[in-house]
């Protein structure tokens, strides 16, 4: 694409040294510009972009976009915020391609990766292709294998790339999942969202976002953005949805969805068994059962949540069934990878994403049985969620052994020590402290018996683990085939 065909169609400030060269890519990472691509100078919490542009300009940067002018001689587009004009550059040079398509975006604390999952498998159910993008990485369809992805939701040029391919490979719709970092930082601005889903909202990110408050603003930005014609779909259970809800124009249409309170669609007769959940759909005069191989409540919210969109996109509720009841668990969500004992592992790292899955673990524990949890928190992320979660994994659980998650540059014996701080008794012969997630997972052996079941709760679906100098091949399901062996 031609220079000036994008200076005429984002807003600069300046010009300077302009040539109308060819760009054939967009960077923002000095070590792997390609040539004659545009350099955009991104500023982030620890790296300034400006500080690198000399380094892409000899790797063969062609232009540069950036919020100051820079001493070297090629075209430089002056911004306000490299960061917001960064999705306007990939929108103009990827052609918009969201708005030849049907783009659905599901944000909140936690269920994003479920329930995208759900709406690619409905949408497939009814004979429609439709692709996904999200935390496990993207694929066109639910049979093919995910291509590698570096956040939830993508940075904008590759999001845009992204919606390009799927729209060249003929799928129109699109269902990804929208992180509240995403929304702050202008990674979906330009993408035309058709629906958009909000799941919940409990304490994660505070690291970044500070208050709830900026929390809450950051994932209603999805929703302000939706118009006349666009679907919202909005669990009523949660406390922050009347506050949604008010944010969202009177002309969109609105699908609100519970268990508890009186919601458009709803869950009723809840009935959990060893293999899934059970309950009555109801939506307007119709009532219709569903039983899933999907475990605890979080399931039942997730899957009217997936149930919510399909019915938004005109999709019958018997083809939503249909899909809904051949689906099993999503790769590192509630993820049972051994029986005898049972071992289980999931993504949570929050509290309510640990209070939920560890209540979905008691149900599937014999009463005579113990339910054992091993976890960690993040470093370099929100400490104080570390004793919250400590607290609620020592009420809920009758042991627990307190690891490391992705420690990265703090130490993780202060993370462990964060966590102790919660709990109101420390029993040795219930609480028991391993850094070494490796070793951890041993220990969860030795203090476990057959008829147990054994949460690993923090990684799920992540097959590394990050440490202070290096980032080393690290998968909770490849580690309980080591210790425990497979089943038999």
């Given at each position: 694409?031609?220079?000036?065909?994008?200076?005429?169609?984002?807003?600069?400030?300046?010009?300077?040294?302009?040539?109308?060269?060819?760009?054939?890519g967009?960077?923002?990472?000095?070590?792997?510009?390609?040539?004659?691509?545009?350099?955009?100078?991104?500023k982030?919490?620890?790296?300034?972009?400006?500080?690198?542009?000399?380094?892409?300009?000899?790797?063969?940067?062609?232009?540069?976009?950036?919020?100051r002018?820079?001493n070297?001689?090629?075209?430089?587009?002056?911004?306000e915020?490299?960061?917001?004009?960064?999705a306007?550059?990939?929108a103009v040079?990827?052609?918009n391609?969201s708005?030849e398509?049907?783009?659905?975006?599901v944000?909140?604390?936690?269920?994003k990766?479920?329930?995208?999952?759900l709406v690619?498998?409905?949408?497939?159910?009814?004979?429609k292709k439709?692709?996904l993008?999200?935390?496990?990485?993207?694929?066109?369809?639910?049979k093919?294998?995910?291509?590698e992805?570096?956040h939830?939701?993508?940075?904008?040029?590759?999001?845009q790339?992204?919606?390009?391919?799927?729209?060249?490979?003929?799928?129109?719709?699109?269902?990804?999942?929208?992180?509240s970092?995403?929304l702050?930082q202008?990674?979906v601005?330009?993408?035309n969202f058709?629906?958009?889903?909000?799941?919940?909202?409990?304490?994660?990110?505070l690291?970044?976002?500070?208050?709830?408050?900026?929390?809450?603003?950051?994932k209603?930005?999805?929703?302000?953005g939706l118009?006349?014609?666009?679907?919202?779909?909005?669990?009523?259970?949660d406390?922050?949805?009347?506050?949604?809800?008010?944010?969202?124009?009177?002309?969109?249409?609105?699908?609100?969805?519970?268990?508890?309170?009186?919601?458009?669609?709803?869950?009723?007769?809840?009935?959990?068994?060893?293999?899934g959940?059970?309950?009555?759909?109801?939506?307007?005069?119709k009532?219709m059962?569903?039983?899933?191989?999907?475990?605890?409540?979080f399931?039942?919210?997730n899957?009217?949540a997936?149930i919510?969109?399909?019915?938004?996109?005109?999709?019958?509720?018997?083809?939503i069934?249909?899909?809904?009841?051949d689906?099993?668990?999503?790769?590192?969500?509630?993820?049972?990878?051994?029986?005898?004992p049972?071992?289980?592992?999931?993504?949570?790292?929050?509290?309510?994403?640990?209070?939920?899955?560890?209540?979905?673990?008691?149900e599937?524990?014999?009463?005579?049985?113990?339910l054992?949890?091993?976890?960690?928190?993040?470093?370099?992320?929100?400490?104080?969620?570390?004793?919250?979660?400590g607290?609620?994994?020592?009420q809920?659980?009758?042991?627990?052994?307190?690891t490391?998650?992705?420690?990265?540059?703090?130490?993780?014996q202060?993370?462990?020590?964060?966590?102790?701080?919660?709990?109101?008794?420390?029993?040795?012969?219930?609480?028991?402290?391993?850094a070494?997630?490796h070793?951890?997972?041993?220990l969860?052996?030795?203090?476990?018996?057959?008829?147990d079941?054994?949460?690993?709760?923090g990684k799920?679906?992540?097959?590394?683990?990050i440490?202070?100098?290096k980032?080393?091949?690290?998968?909770?399901r490849?580690e309980?085939?080591k210790?425990?062996?497979?089943?038999?």
């Amino acid at each position: 694409m031609d220079l000036s065909n994008i200076v005429k169609n984002i807003k600069v400030k300046e010009v300077l040294n302009f040539k109308d060269v060819d760009i054939k890519g967009i960077s923002y990472n000095s070590n792997t510009i390609n040539s004659h691509e545009i350099f955009v100078c991104l500023k982030g919490e620890h790296v300034d972009g400006h500080n690198f542009a000399q380094n892409a300009f000899e790797k063969g940067a062609v232009a540069l976009m950036c919020e100051r002018p820079l001493n070297i001689e090629i075209p430089q587009l002056i911004v306000e915020s490299t960061q917001e004009s960064i999705a306007d550059l990939a929108a103009v040079f990827y052609h918009n391609p969201s708005y030849e398509l049907n783009l659905m975006g599901v944000t909140g604390t936690n269920g994003k990766t479920t329930v995208a999952h759900l709406v690619q498998k409905i949408f497939e159910q009814d004979r429609k292709k439709c692709a996904l993008i999200g935390t496990l990485g993207y694929k066109f369809s639910s049979k093919d294998d995910y291509l590698e992805a570096k956040h939830t939701t993508p940075q904008a040029p590759q999001m845009q790339e992204t919606l390009q391919k799927i729209l060249k490979a003929d799928v129109l719709n699109v269902i990804t999942e929208v992180s509240s970092h995403a929304l702050e930082q202008y990674r979906v601005k330009n993408c035309n969202f058709s629906t958009a889903i909000f799941t919940n909202l409990t304490q994660d990110h505070l690291d970044y976002h500070i208050t709830m408050d900026n929390y809450f603003n950051a994932k209603a930005k999805l929703f302000k953005g939706l118009k006349k014609g666009n679907n919202a779909i909005v669990n009523n259970d949660d406390k922050y949805s009347k506050r949604l809800i008010d944010v969202i124009d009177k002309e969109v249409n609105i699908i609100t969805y519970g268990v508890k309170n009186k919601s458009d669609l709803m869950a009723k007769n809840v009935e959990f068994m060893h293999d899934g959940v059970a309950f009555d759909c109801c939506y307007q005069d119709k009532t219709m059962p569903f039983k899933l191989h999907l475990n605890g409540m979080f399931s039942v919210y997730n899957s009217l949540a997936a149930i919510g969109v399909g019915l938004a996109n005109g999709i019958k509720l018997e083809i939503i069934k249909e899909a809904l009841e051949d689906t099993r668990s999503v790769a590192g969500r509630f993820e049972i990878v051994r029986t005898n004992p049972m071992v289980i592992v999931d993504y949570a790292h929050t509290p309510d994403g640990l209070e939920n899955i560890l209540r979905a673990a008691r149900e599937l524990t014999p009463k005579n049985a113990n339910l054992i949890c091993m976890f960690g928190c993040g470093g370099n992320r929100d400490c104080t969620k570390r004793p919250k979660m400590g607290k609620i994994a020592q009420q809920l659980c009758d042991k627990i052994i307190i690891t490391s998650d992705n420690p990265r540059q703090e130490d993780p014996q202060q993370i462990i020590t964060d966590i102790l701080s919660g709990l109101s008794l420390i029993n040795p012969k219930t609480v028991f402290v391993e850094a070494d997630r490796h070793l951890a997972i041993k220990l969860l052996k030795d203090i476990s018996c057959e008829n147990d079941v054994l949460v690993l709760a923090g990684k799920g679906h992540e097959d590394y683990q990050i440490l202070a100098d290096k980032t080393i091949h690290f998968d909770d399901r490849e580690e309980v085939v080591k210790v425990f062996g497979k089943n038999e």
